[in-house]
Structure formats: structure tokens, C-alpha cells
DNA sequence: CGCGCCGTTGATATTATTCAAGACCAGTGG
DNA sequence: CCACTGGTCTTGAATAATATCAACGGCGCG
């Protein structure tokens, strides 16, 4: 049935390319995409718990979400209520520059838990979109810390889920400060692959789901800067680029461009 | 007695401007140099708790540590062992960058938790080095856990710790990502006076811990151009420095200058 | 007193941005 | 079906920002 409205459009949960991946884990992300009750929110990063924490979990989330692509999730300011977590889909958080600019501060995938910086201040401050359909639900702190009081392995999961979230700005913070264009755009490409991995998709053909100005924003380039850099390794062979379509060719070359030194 | 090797030099703990400040805050500032016993670790972040966590805390820590001036806390890949709690002083904790070099990601001062980073991986990330004399004691994970499952408001406490530093890792990455050298070095004369503020220092006139090469490679330049801008702000009038000593005659124009557009 | 690290400053080189123009693409309405 | 439209992407040329290279002054520490 062809020429439906956006509004009407019918949600679909986003599917990845279907290239070949190891059957098990491809049996995962399929079971990720179709978004089963319980709270093994992804494979890259299941909140681990005992069976009694698991089953309160089921019936914890208070909000469920579903977003189509653009949508906003969370703006910046709002209070913060709880935990949001990923089921699947991705988002970008943006967050307000100075000179009234914008900055891509983070992209989420399945699994990925949302919120977390907004603890310390009791609101968001960021505003959080969809980057194409995506399913969240939040979690209650207060129910989770709760669980967590019951249950030390649930705790230190998330202790970890939260130290994780500090090592991936660090992980930032190393690209902006001390990488050149070239680095950051191939360690972004080596990171995403590495995120789909996990996922159970492919880690070498993959879909952008941000624009060369969302990328940009996140990597501290210009869109322009960010579509050359695209079209020197498309040139050399490094990857195939169509648009947003994106096969990564040769992995271990672009890992020796981020690890070579300045210049 | 003058001539004392640098081995067995009296340790001292470090002393900051004795510029005026609000009395009951310069109190707080004072005892937090003389290093109680309890972990009221510093006026700017207490980790909060019921009185009976507060007594078991204060016979918990198992290692304390004095650290001289330029000494190692953690090396990078060090074991995880347990947070790292700094009572006084402050470090520094430099990555390894792509091509064998360093960076700067983080600065810590009294208060700050340590080591947070590694509690995912299970091993550190970064190599921690004291900027001056300075004291710390570890909090191994395991028992700070078991405290928070039985006392809620220290529970809620170390969740906030961890979020907050999620949010100065945004923080950072927005100054990475979205500013100017002068916004940059504007913006972290700043950060570094609203902390000392909140310790109970002078927030106009304070000691750089760090070199212009740190100082550089934590807001992604070189030290030739912290030195510059250094000297900029000087003769515009926004700064008094002198080597380390820095003051800040102009603390809202320098505010300005974070906030204005990038032209 | 001298050595080495730190900081400053100038000249030059490089990198990435900005400005500008046009191509492409999907969705929309005629 | 086609042309239109707005957003996205690409590419070139000029420009601005910052790094790099180099030389020197200063200060602290041994």
C-alpha cells in the first residue's frame, strides 16, 4: 500500500543489513530486534542478574517507548526520571554548544543504557533523538537501586554499565584531543563496526545512521571535511561508500591510520 | 634544616593561596587538609550516608597512600582493586594516544574519585600521577558495594559520583568538540576556579598543578599555544600570570569569551 | 654555578574551516 | 509519469586557525 502519510506510516522496527554473520550471534540480534518482555537488553551488554532480580525487572518498566525516526526521546532539561534503555533502534544525544551551537555528544544502539549523566543533576542535559525507528523503556531508579540492594551481581552490573559510559568519553575525549581528521573518521568506523559486532550484525557493511553534519558534530569536523575524508578512503581502497551505505574494506588498515603517529 | 634530599624530604601536604574566602568554607577547606579519618572526603562531594555506614567507612580503607610530587598511583593497566579516593592534593591521569603518544584526560582535586573508569574492564586505563604531595586512600569495591546494599543514601551517592563524572567527561568532550583555543582555555580556568571555589579556596587566584605542555595536551593544543593565549588574556586584562600563579581579574568576560559564538 | 626543564615569542607550515556552487536523491504534488 | 522541492552530499578555492620549528630567557634544583 504505497503513499501512506509519515504520521500513518506503520512504526517498523529497523532491521540492519542481512549479511552473512555467525549463525549464533545472528540469532541473538534477531531475538534483539524482536524485542522479547524481559530486560537481556542486547548481547553486547546484558544487565546480569539472579532469576528473582530478573523476573521484578519484567515487570518494572513503568514507561514503554516507541520512536520513529526524528522523534525526540528526552530534551534537554528535562527532569530525569530514570534509566532509559535502548531495545532497539539507535539515538543521538545533542547537546547546547557555546554560541548557541550544537554538539552530537553521544549515539546509542541496542542495548545501551540513556540517562545515565542526568543522575547527578536530577534533570537531562541533553536532548536525546531518534536516528531511525527505535523501542526504549525506562527504569525507575529508585526500582533499580532497590533490586540492586537485593542482588550484588545486578548491582555490579551497574557500576560497570556506568564505568563503561566514563571509558567510552574517554575514549571520546582521546579522538577530539589528540587525533587528526583522517584518525577520527576511521576510528569512528572501526568503533561502530565494532558496536554492530557485538550486536550480532555485520562489523563490515554497515548503514550510517547519522548525516556527514551529525558525524561531523560528533568527531569536532565539518560536514565537508568529514565527506572528503569519506572520499580519500573510498580513493584508496580503504572502504566503499554510497551514500550512507558503508563497507569497510580493509579494517586493519584503517586501525594502522589511527594508530600512526601525527604526521 | 635546608639541604634535605628529595627522598627523605619532610612530606607536605599541600597549601593552596590563603586569599580570602568565606570563613566556615575556609573551616571546611582547613580540615580537609589535616585529613580526618572519616570519609567526609571533601566540601564539594561528600559521599552522603547514614551514621553507621559513615563508622564502618572510616575502618575500611586498606590502603592509604602519601604521594610525593610527580609519584605514580596507577599505571596504566595496572589490576582494578578498588576506587581511589584523593583527600587532598591533586593528579593528573594521562592515556596513551594513537602514534605513542600522551594525553591528558582528566584532573582530578580533593574529592574526586579515582579509578571509576576501570571498574568495567577490570584493569586501568590511564596512568595516575600526583601533581603535588598529595594523600589518597583506596575503597575496595566489594565492601563500598556491600555498604550501599545496606544504606540507600550512600547507594544513590556512589551512583551519583560515577554520573557526575559522566557529565564532566561531556563536559570536556564539548570543549573538545566545539570550541576555540581561547574558549578552551577559557573554559578551563574557569572549571578549575569553580572547583577550588567549592573546596573552600580562593576561586580568583589560584596555583596551575599543571605545565602548559599538560595543560595543552588536556585541552587538545600545544603548549606554544597555551603559552600565547595565556599571554593574550594577560594583556587584555582578563588575567594576572605569572608563571603558575594565575588570577582572574575578569572572571564574566572570560565567561564571554566561552560563551561567544564561533564567529 | 650550571644544567635541565619550563615558558615565551617569532616565523613558517599545515590542517581544517568557510564560502560557494552544483549534483544527487527521496518524497510530494501536479 | 514527471517536474519540483528541500535536504543531503560532494567538490573546489580561498581563508583562518593552530601546529610545528626554532631560538632564547628564566627559574629552580641539585
Redesign the interface.
Known amino acids: 500500500m504505497p503513499n501512506r502519510s509519515a504520521q500513518q506510516r506503520a512504526f517498523a522496527v529497523p532491521e540492519q543489513h542481512r549479511l552473512p554473520a555467525r549463525p549464533t550471534l545472528r540469532a541473538v540480534a534477531r531475538d534483539a530486534r524482536a524485542c522479547p518482555p524481559s530486560l537481556s537488553l542486547s548481547p553486547s551488554f546484558p544487565l546480569r542478574c539472579n532469576t528473582e532480580t530478573a523476573s521484578q525487572l519484567e515487570v518494572l518498566p513503568t514507561r514503554r517507548v516507541r520512536l520513529r525516526k526524528g522523534e525526540v526521546l528526552v530534551r534537554n532539561g528535562d527532569a530525569f526520571t530514570g534509566l532509559l534503555a535502548i531495545r532497539c533502534g539507535s539515538c543521538k544525544a545533542v547537546?547546547a554548544?557555546?554560541?548557541?551551537?550544537q554538539?552530537v555528544?553521544?549515539y546509542y544502539l541496542a542495548g545501551d543504557i540513556l540517562g545515565?549523566?542526568?543522575?547527578?543533576?536530577g534533570f537531562h542535559?541533553?536532548t536525546i533523538t531518534a536516528l531511525e525507528d527505535s523501542e526504549c523503556c525506562e527504569l525507575p531508579?529508585d526500582r533499580i537501586?532497590?533490586l540492586?540492594?537485593?542482588d550484588?551481581t545486578f548491582?555490579?552490573s551497574?557500576?560497570?554499565?556506568?564505568?563503561?559510559?566514563?571509558?567510552r568519553?574517554?575514549k571520546?575525549?582521546?579522538m577530539?584531543?589528540?587525533?587528526r581528521a583522517e584518525?577520527r573518521l576511521a576510528?569512528y568506523l572501526l568503533d561502530l563496526a565494532e558496536r554492530y559486532r557485538l550486536l550480532g550484525y555485520s562489523p563490515r557493511a554497515f548503514v550510517l545512521r547519522m548525516t556527514r553534519e551529525e558525524i561531523g558534530?560528533?568527531?569536532?569536523l565539518s560536514q565537508e571535511t568529514v565527506s572528503r575524508l569519506f572520499s580519500c578512503f573510498h580513493a584508496e581502497g580503504l572502504v566503499q561508500v554510497q551514500g550512507r551505505e558503508v563497507t569497510l574494506l580493509d579494517a586493519s588498515a584503517l586501525q594502522r591510520r589511527?594508530?600512526?603517529?601525527?604526521h
Open positions: 547537546v554548544a557555546a554560541g548557541g551551537g554538539q555528544a553521544a545515565t549523566e542526568a543522575i547527578f543533576a542535559g541533553s531508579l537501586e532497590a540492586a540492594r537485593e550484588a548491582q555490579r551497574l557500576s560497570t554499565m556506568l564505568s563503561r559510559e566514563i571509558g568519553g574517554r571520546v575525549m582521546l577530539l584531543g589528540s587525533m584518525q576510528a558534530s560528533y568527531l569536532g589511527v594508530d600512526e603517529p601525527l
